[in-house]
Each structure stands twice: as C-alpha cells, then as structure tokens.
C-alpha cells in the first residue's frame, strides 16, 4: 500500500505533525520524520544510528533545514516548532504532497519551481540518503540549501554543554563519534550556532520534555538555472565506504519486496504489515542472533514481547530462519526455567521478570514446529521446554509456582510478572497477583503440547503431561467460571481484581488446545466483544467498572495509571478475531465478518505512523494512536488472523502435523 497525503492532512501545523515515517536499519536504528518534515519528538531523527545492535542508538542528525531560493525571496520546504516567542519555520504553504511506501516522499511547488524530496535508510547499515530533484520551469535562478541538524548523542538525551563539532573535509566529529558523508552539492562550512528550542508536541502529550537542541556546522547548496532540471543528492553514515544515492534506495526498495514476496499473503493491507514486520527484527550482538524490538520509538527487545510477536512478525511471514535464531537465543538464556524478560547488555545480568515469556516459547516452539516440520530443532529445545514445566510445577522466582489445583500462581510483594506489569513508585494500578486467566492458559496449551512432543521425539508418552493438563482443565474451569457475568474472571486472588471484566481472558479461547466447553468459549468471545472491543483493539477494563480511565496522556503517573486500566491495546485484537474465528468454525460466514471488521486497519495503518500499528489508543474514545507508533505484537497478532484468513499452507511443502486447528 502506499500512503498519500496531501494539503488537507496540514491544514493545522498540529494536524500536520500527527503522521509519521518510520525506517529501521535491521540494526536497531532508525529513521522517522513527520509528515511535514518536522520533529514532532525528541526521538524523532533523520539518522538515529545504532552503535552496538540493538540497543546503544545515537541520534546523529536530527532533521534538515531546507530551504529555496528564488527571486531574492527565500522559502522553506521543512517544517519546524519552536519554544516561546521563536516563529515557526512553516513549509506547509509550498508543500503539495507527501507520501510513503518504500521511503517517505514530499512534493513542493513554489513559484514556477517543482522540488521532490526522497529520504532512504539503508538495510544493515547507519546510513542515510537524501535525494532531492529540483525541476526549474520559472524565469530565474533557483537555489536549494540543506543544513543538518547534528547531535551525536544517545538517544533520548539532550546535547551537552559547550558540546563542539568539528568539519574536517567529508567527515564530522563530535563526542568521540564520526560521522561520513558525501555529495554533489557544494559544501558551505558554517560558524557552529545552536538550533532551537524546538517544541516537541507529540512529547508534551506523553509527559515529555517538551525542548531539545541542535547544532549547525555546515550546509549543502545546489543550485538550478532557470529552465532547467538537476538532482542534489547527500548520503550520511557512520561507516565508510558510503553507497552513492541510488544504490541506498535500490537496497530499500530491494529488501522491502523481498519481505513482501517471502510473506505471500494476497491481501493489500497484510503485504503492508509484512514490511511493517520486518522493521521490528534487528540483529543482537550480545547474543550473536536475531531479535525483535517491541516498538518504535521507545522500546528495545524484550522476551515477553518478542514471544509474542514472533507468530506473526516471524512465522506468519514465513521469516524462518529468523524465528529459529530468535528461539535459539531464549535457549541459551533460560535460568531456573525462566526466559529473559529483558536480556543482557555489557555488564548486566538478563532480568526474568516475567511469568508468560517461558510459556510462551514453548507454544512457539510448537507453532514453528508446526510450519516448518524442523523435528531437530524441536528435539534440541525439548530438554529446556521440559525443565520450564519442572520449574513451573515446583516453584522458580517471582513467587511462580504450581498449586495443588494444578494451575499456575505468580507474583507478590511488587513483582509484576504478566504484561499488565505497571509499577510506579510503588503502585500497582492492576495487581494480579495469584492466578492470572492468560497465564494458566498458556499453562494449559504448554502442557498439551509436552503431551503430543515427548511421544513424537521419543521422549516418553506424555502421559505425565496429560495428567497434569486434565487437572488443570478440570479446575480452570470451576474456579474461572463467571456464570453471572458470562466470562472468565481475570484472576483468582480472592480480591476484588477476580471479577473484572478484561481481555486477559480471550486468549483462553484463541489458544491451540480448549480448556472451555464450546458454549462457555462463544459466551466469553460474545462478552469481550460486547464490552471491550473496539475496531482499533480490545479496552483492558469493561468501561462499566469505577477503576476504567478513558484518556491516556499526562506525566509518568497519570499515564500509568490509565496503561491497563481501560486504555486500548492493538495486540490482544488478534486473539478476539482468532477466538471469534475459532467458536464460528472458520466459516465463510465468520472469515467475511472478520475482513469487514479488519478495513478498519486500513485507516489505522494511514493514521499515526503510516503503513505502522501503534501500541495504544484510549479507552474511551480510540481516535487517535499513542504511545509507540509502530508497536511489534500489535503488527504481529494482526498478521496471524490475516494468515488465519488466508488459511496458507506452509512454504516448502511442509505439513503440519500438529494444526491448531485439529485440536
């Protein structure tokens, strides 16, 4: 798909800053501008380098000063907000159009002269290349000039004092760190100023600092006869050699239908998620593998997240290879049968605060075992999965353990360990400690799947896991049964958190293995869908409860306390629609309900981050994206229904011997 935008997406500066570009590197950079050329954020970046992958980011060049002349008279193309009294460098007047697909292009025509700028990351690399044509139909001169906004600092951080950039030749030093570039305009050495305050909106609504600095040491100039047509081009990286203007796009434009041929699917918006997928997978040079980032522009690479996107981002994209390298990783790194919620970097130990990650890698492991037929990779991961269900059953850390009723027990004290994990300065907004629903879901589906795994890589009969599945069956059901409400409670803990209605419970339904009756699953599809669906995603709490907060916004507080407490999440999306395709029986019916229900994507990948899903939208009223704007299970969970939909074998000619479908 490709996303066009025109004057009517800027008719307010504010409007203007709403949408946004996002370009990974595979390496864990990036690049993301508005739609207007703008920093609407402080992570906002046109080269946002990645010096150790994933984690150690840079921001290099945080946007471009561009400007034409014509006539004595001097227009800007890119936008800019300042703080205080400072105007606005306001470029909206001569901007025509922007659009993105492969890299975000935008349009001007200013007196007789038509400029079109392209911007390109190049995949594997921090490098960044800028193209600009210039078509002259007016009567004079025209000249085009270009100043990067440099900062060499970690991202997220802002300049330091007195911080100095030095111009030597084609290169730029500052705080240790160089920066290459080359190009066939005329290079301007400029006296070193400070640029800004800038005014970071987007910011501001997520309780941000709101101000950010950039310093200017040098500008590009082209410049175009009357009457006639040239390109500047500049390429910026941290590494030598540096690919020419072209060859950066090429590979772009390579990689991304590669990504799109690879995944296969037949619908415009899931060859759109497919690209969006692979922005998310990076190379980790801790561990020597691959890795998926939770989401753009905050987040790194967590276990919980990455368990979860992997089905989508990884396997439903027929990205394999990347999926066993991912697993591999988590082999190596689980301890007391605990996968890393956050893994190590230097000197740190990995954190393993996280009940579902270890869990969850077993339901993958079946899942790519499903798709691949990879019988060897199964039988070097089934020593770990086992030790996982041996640690579950007798006690690990964070209070994880396996009560006498079979199921699942996790967090005390201040540990959070499911994804509802907020704890802020001491507050638990969404305590659920005890039994939480989707954890002994995962239980349950994990236990089934050691039942059919022992016996196929003749490890046993799985007789042990199926006597511990029927208990924990038997008792899930009695103990989460609602009658009342006609849903599953989210968590046995004999406080008033059991009887709230959240979204937790879908993935009771949407799993492999059924823990509930066929009339007890659609009742609970029917109830998610009466009370916390929205076309965006699922609502964490029924709007009906006194906790429910219906805005998301604010500082650190007032937004963790509105994170899980009816805040609207995409990810868990998926599951409703994989739950409510399940209880209809993948019918026609059901498919050509769902698909109806999925345009609403289409709008939502235009909105935000084009072509990108977000991580949360409010709880009241989900108009507009928040958070990450471009979040990793949120792109994932969609691409396993559209893979649901599509209903594709594997590739390669594998069967599935274990189809979810056949439980």
């Known amino acids: 798909m490709k996303f066009i935008y025109g004057k009517q997406d800027w008719t307010t500066f504010e409007r203007g800053e709403e949408a946004c570009f996002l370009m990974a590197n595979g390496l864990g950079g990036f690049c993301s501008l508005t739609a207007i050329g703008s920093c609407a954020r402080n992570e906002h970046g046109l080269l946002m380098a990645c010096e150790h992958a994933p984690n150690r980011r840079v921001q290099m060049i945080q946007g471009l000063e561009d400007t034409l002349t014509l006539g004595g008279q001097t227009f800007p193309l890119s936008s800019q907000d300042f703080e205080g009294d400072i105007p606005r460098v306001d470029g909206r007047e001569g901007q025509a159009g922007f659009t993105f697909r492969d890299y975000p292009q935008w349009s001007y025509f200013i007196q007789g002269v038509e400029v079109v700028k392209t911007l390109a990351l190049v995949p594997g690399e921090n490098t960044a290349a800028i193209r600009y ?32 950039f030095t111009l030597e030749g084609n290169r730029i030093r500052s705080n240790g760190r160089t920066l290459y570039f080359h190009t066939n305009g005329t290079v ?8 800004g305050p800038f005014h970071f909106a987007q910011d501001v609504m997520d309780g941000k600092p709101a101000a950010g600095w950039a310093a200017v040491n040098h500008c590009i100039e082209l410049s175009v006869p009357a009457g006639e047509s040239h390109t500047l081009e500049a390429v910026y990286g941290t590494a030598l050699p540096l690919p020419g203007a ?10 991304n239908r590669a990504l799109e041929d690879q995944a296969g699917f037949a619908d415009g918006a899931a060859r759109t998620l497919s690209r969006a997928a692979g922005q998310f997978l990076s190379r980790r040079e801790s561990t020597g593998g691959q890795t998926i980032l939770a989401g753009f522009p905050f987040f790194e690479d967590w276990g919980r997240d990455t368990m979860i996107a992997l089905g989508g981002c990884c396997l439903a994209t027929r990205r394999y290879g990347e999926a066993r390298s991912i697993l591999e990783t988590f082999l190596v790194h689980c301890r007391r049968g605990l996968m890393p919620n956050l893994f190590p970097e230097g000197k740190d130990a990995p ?122 069956r038997q008792n899930f059901r ?39 009756p066929p009339e007890q699953e659609k009742k609970v599809v029917d109830t998610v869908f009466e009370k916390l669906y929205t076309p965006y995603g699922l609502r964490t709490l029924d709007p009906a409860d006194p906790e429910f907060q219906p805005f998301y916004g604010g500082d650190r507080l007032k937004r963790d306390l509105a994170y899980h407490q009816g805040t609207v999440w995409a990810f868990p999306l998926g599951g409703y629609y994989l739950a409510y ?20 994507v289409r709008s939502a990948l235009r909105e935000g981050c084009a072509g990108q899903l977000p991580e949360i939208y409010d709880g009241g009223n989900p108009i507009t994206s928040k958070g990450c704007f471009a979040q990793a299970w949120s792109v994932g969970e969609l691409l396993r229904v559209y893979d649901a939909l599509e209903d594709r074998p594997p590739s390669g000619g594998h069967e599935r011997p274990l189809s979810p479908k056949a439980q």
């Open 351 to 472: 954190r393993y605060n996280t009940a579902d990650a270890s869990l969850l890698f077993i339901l993958s492991v079946y899942d790519y075992l499903c798709r691949t037929g990879d019988r060897a990779f199964a039988e070097c991961a089934y020593d770990t999965m086992a030790d996982i269900v041996d640690w579950y059953e007798k006690g690990t850390d964070f209070s994880i353990h396996m009560e006498e009723d079979g199921l699942i027990s996790a967090g005390s004290g201040l540990d959070q360990v499911t994804w509802m994990d907020v704890n802020v300065d001491g507050i638990l907004p969404t305590p659920r400690h005890g039994k939480p629903v989707e954890i002994n879901a995962y239980w349950y589906n994990a236990l089934r799947v050691m039942e059919r795994l022992q016996p196929l890589l003749g490890k046993g009969d799985g007789s042990r896991y199926a006597g511990m599945a029927a208990r924990a």
């Open 188 to 195: 301007r050495p400029l006296p070193q100023a400070l640029r």
């Open 246 to 255: 072209a060859e950066a796009f090429s590979q772009l434009e390579e990689r």
């Open 478 to 516: 009695e103990k989460f049964w609602n009658r009342s409400a006609g849903c599953l409670r989210d968590v046995i803990s004999g406080t008033k958190a059991d009887e709230q209605i959240r979204c937790n419970q879908i993935w009771a339904v949407s799993l492999p293995f059924p823990l509930l």
């Open 133 to 164: 044509e210039l078509h002259n139909r007016s009567r004079a001169a025209a000249l085009l000039r270009i100043t990067p906004g440099l900062r060499f600092v970690p991202k997220g951080e802002a300049m330091e004092p007195g911080q100095r």
């Open 581 to 600: 395709l399940k209880v209809n029986g993948y019918s026609q019916r059901a498919k050509d309900t769902v698909r109806r229900q999925l345009e609403a």
